[in-house]
């Protein structure tokens, strides 16, 4: 039990366009959950935490209008990456936690995105 | 969160025990000690948390010192698939969201 679905696995996308990745949560319903980013050779970094029926909350220096969150519903979030550039090609990672202390987070297996 | 520090790197023989050690000396007490791991292009595996009493699942055993501020991940019987980075993190309970720091390369030879 406890798995975090992303989809895609990898996109290649021109820069101008957006991509939107989805993320869901299959045996358990999660009100939160959370999208990172990872660079080559670095950790992950959390971008922002997706909150459902309300706005998502950015961490600082990620900008809200070209990373468009929306958690329209208790088992899917989704991150539109806006008018993408090369410097946007990452790994993007989302993650939700099935209720009770028992689990700990889980994550999805990855989006890797890039932009030529 | 509070911060932790782990090695950068671990080197551990097949079939051993891998030992990873964590310090979080600022952990609050409501904090939890969780730790993944991050196979190449993969997303994190959650691996066991606890809070204060040693924990055991199927993958790994978490030893929490009695003061909190450290903490040891034991693998009791490393493969070579257990190559990864593993991360360390202090995080509340509900909802807390997880800030993941440098981690320890674990490579497991044969």
């Known amino acids: 039990g406890a798995v975090v679905s992303q989809h895609p696995s990898w996109v290649i996308c021109k820069s101008g366009t957006s991509v939107k990745i989805e993320c869901r949560s299959l045996?358990?319903?999660?009100?939160?959950m959370f999208w990172y980013r990872q660079f080559p050779k670095q950790s992950l970094m959390l971008m922002a935490t997706?909150?459902?029926?309300?706005?998502?909350?950015?961490e600082q220096g990620v900008e809200k209008d070209k990373f468009l969150i929306n958690h329209a519903s208790l088992t899917l979030s989704t991150l539109t990456v806006t008018s993408a550039h090369p410097e946007d090609s990452s790994f993007y990672i989302c993650s939700a936690r099935p209720p009770g202390t028992a689990y700990g987070y889980t994550f999805g297996s990855g989006t890797r995105l890039t932009v030529v | 969160d509070a911060k932790t520090t782990q090695p950068t790197s671990m080197d551990c023989a097949e079939g051993r025990a891998a030992n990873l050690p964590c310090n979080h000396s600022t952990i609050s007490g409501n904090e939890y000690v969780y730790w993944y791991r991050q196979i190449h292009s993969q997303g994190p595996q959650y691996i066991i948390h606890g809070l204060k009493n040693n924990e055991t699942n199927e993958m790994a055993s978490l030893i929490i010192t009695e003061d909190r501020k450290s903490s040891t991940l034991i693998l009791p019987h490393a493969t070579l698939r257990d190559t990864a980075v593993y991360y360390c993190?202090?995080?509340?309970?509900?909802?807390?969201?997880?800030?993941f720091g440098a981690g320890t390369t674990v490579t497991v030879r044969a």
């Open positions: 045996d358990f319903q999660a009100t939160t």
């Open positions: 997706s909150n459902e029926g309300s706005k998502a909350t950015y």
């Open positions: 993190i202090a995080s509340g309970s509900n909802d807390y969201k997880l800030s």
